[in-house]
């Protein structure tokens, strides 16, 4: 993909490859990590895709809230509050900054 990551620039490319393949109305649900992009993507979906409802259709992935949920289990843990990022350096953490804020 050379466009950037934006939700819009992600549903445009998959409505498109599905498209390209002949599954353009047989898409059941869409399971992706709980980033604000793949909201984004879920919603302009809905107007790209035969079908496809929205917001109904998406699925959060488990094996990403599980891990959300490991790290503040231990961190609040460890260091008794979190605010911001998780850790300094990495950006892996990033989809979560925004909406975790313990005190």
């Known amino acids: 993909m050379n466009k950037s990551h ?39 979906l809905e107007g790209l895709l035969d079908g496809f409802l929205g917001k109904l259709s998406q699925g959060c992935c488990f094996a990403h809230i599980l891990n959300i949920t490991c790290i503040l289990s231990v961190f609040t843990k460890t260091k008794g509050k979190l605010t911001g990022k998780l850790d300094g350096d990495n950006n892996d953490n990033k989809d979560i900054d925004d909406r975790v804020h313990l005190r």
Not at 8 to 25: M, P, S
């Open 6 to 44: 934006m939700g819009k620039n992600l549903a445009e490319v998959l409505a498109q490859c599905l498209k390209d393949y002949g599954l353009n109305g047989c898409i059941l649900a869409v399971i992706a990590h709980n980033a604000s992009n793949n909201n984004t993507m879920v919603k302009e």
